[in-house]
């Protein structure tokens, strides 16, 4: 559930009417709403409450600093793929002590950085990286606390872009190395090997592959105990769905149970890493009708937002709702919602029914998550406007670029 909903015929964010954000801040537009955010986040936090975790949200999904503000004032943990995400964390104040670091490719900058601010563990994914954060740590002279990601060669079921926990992924360590590369870093002077890891993919809508991969994950942690290798939590990634199209995953309260089950009593410490759930219906993406246009039988509505803010439909052919900001009568027509951008791919959605017309604005639902941290400025086009509604207030959480941004650190070649 969000807080996006029509009063008469206007849509609200919370308590705002959204053309009147429109009108205010002008489109495109990225809007979002902190009771949704919030509620989201408690939703997971409160579905595993009596049991020891940690809710480390995945901040690629929507990094803006308002929102890992109101998250961190939660006591949210983070889950970062990069020193610049790790920057947004700690300008945002959250805690370093509660971040997890993922991702195949750290640099030895990335590690230093890391490792001064002293943050809850590294998810390390294969061992020529647990050998340099060991030589890293050693120069530094602190302990890293680790933990490996484990590839559990699971199908996600999900869009082949965004499934990671296959053989024939880039991702994890394989299954058939893990005892090894455990006894290893137990080996490692520098090294404090905390947990086992995995994040098998994202937007699955389905319950099995997440409890197929934890039956793995756990046979393995079973297999190190008995080699005198204890670990102490269990990171199962993040990944659960949402509804963009009618789809109906789990309820984090459903999925954390579950997960609670297959645990048993093993006393270990679990994490989350769940970007999309959190924050994907706590958006809206609101553009504007700029033209109407026909060819032949084809009909178009043109938008001033584009696949440089909002990339998803083009990149993954994804879904997503698209409903007017206010509700009119008249004859409706079946349209592609195409933006200004010179590429066939350039495109919201296909054939959807709308009654517009050109001033009219449009907000595409469920942009919350892997909306603006995609966007560019492909085309030169300035990036959107990011605000954040909390009840009957609006705050810009980001301006509007403008021009002069676009060849920031630009240079013209000497006379
Ligand atoms: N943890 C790790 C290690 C990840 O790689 C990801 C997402 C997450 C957590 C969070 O997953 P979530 O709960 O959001 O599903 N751009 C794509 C999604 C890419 C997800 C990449 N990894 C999209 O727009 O659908």
């Given at each position: 559930m969000d807080h996006f909903n029509y009063q008469d015929n206007a849509l609200f964010a919370e308590d705002c009417d959204v053309a009147a954000v429109a009108k205010q801040f002008g489109t495109p537009m990225y809007l979002y709403s902190r009771a949704t955010l919030e509620r989201h986040w408690h939703a997971f936090n409160d579905a595993v409450a009596d049991h020891p975790h940690l809710i480390c949200y995945a901040v690629k999904a929507n990094s803006n600093i308002a929102i890992l503000n109101v998250l961190a004032r939660l006591g949210s943990g983070f889950d970062i793929v990069s020193g610049g995400e790790l920057a947004r964390v700690i300008e945002a104040g959250g805690d370093p002590k509660k971040v997890v670091f993922?991702?195949?490719?750290?640099?030895?900058?990335?590690?230093?950085?890391?490792l001064k601010l002293g943050i809850y563990c590294f998810n390390v994914e294969s061992i020529a990286e647990l050998e340099q954060l060991n030589q890293v740590a050693q120069r530094?002279?602190?302990?890293?606390?680790?933990?490996l990601r484990i590839n559990p060669d699971v199908s996600a079921g999900t869009h082949p872009y965004i499934s990671t926990g296959l053989k024939e992924n880039k991702f994890g360590i394989a299954m058939e190395d893990a005892v090894a590369t455990y006894q290893l870093a137990k080996a490692l002077s520098h090294i404090n090997t905390?947990?086992?890891?995995?994040?098998?993919?994202?937007?699955?809508?389905?319950?099995?592959?997440f409890l197929d991969a934890m039956d793995r994950l756990l046979a393995l942690i079973d297999q190190l105990s008995s080699l005198d290798i204890h670990i102490s939590h269990l990171d199962v990634g993040?990944?659960?769905?949402?509804?963009?199209?009618?789809?109906?995953?789990?309820?984090?309260?459903?999925?954390?149970?579950?997960?609670?089950n297959k645990l048993g009593d093993r006393p270990l410490t679990l994490l989350f890493e769940p970007g999309r759930a959190i924050a994907a219906n706590a958006g809206i993406?609101?553009?504007?009708?700029?033209?109407?246009?026909?060819?032949q039988d084809k009909h178009f509505a043109i938008v001033d937002g584009a696949m440089n803010d909002l990339l998803r439909p083009s990149l993954y052919q994804a879904y997503h709702n698209i409903v007017p900001v206010l509700k009119t009568s008249g004859t409706s027509q079946v349209y592609d919602i195409v933006g200004p951008i010179c590429e066939t791919g350039d495109f919201f959605a296909k054939q959807?029914?709308?009654?517009?017309?050109?001033?009219?604005?449009?907000?595409?639902r469920s942009c919350g998550a892997?909306?603006?941290?995609?966007?560019?400025?492909?085309?030169?086009?300035?990036?959107?406007?990011?605000?954040?509604?909390?009840?009957?207030?609006?705050?810009?959480?980001?301006?509007?670029?403008?021009?002069?941004?676009?060849w920031q650190g630009e240079s013209l070649l000497p006379e």
């Open positions: 993922s991702g195949i490719g750290k640099t030895i900058t990335e590690m230093e950085y890391a530094l002279n602190i302990i890293a606390p680790v933990s905390k947990g086992v890891d995995c994040h098998i993919g994202s937007q699955l809508t389905e319950l099995q592959p993040g990944g659960l769905g949402v509804p963009y199209d009618g789809e109906q995953p789990p309820h984090p309260e459903q999925y954390a149970a579950a997960v609670l993406f609101v553009t504007e009708v700029l033209y109407l246009k026909n060819n959807r029914e709308l009654c517009v017309k050109p001033g009219d604005l449009l907000a595409i892997y909306g603006f941290t995609m966007s560019s400025n492909y085309n030169s086009r300035p990036r959107a406007v990011e605000v954040l509604v909390d009840g009957n207030k609006t705050h810009q959480i980001r301006q509007r670029e403008i021009q002069a941004q676009l």
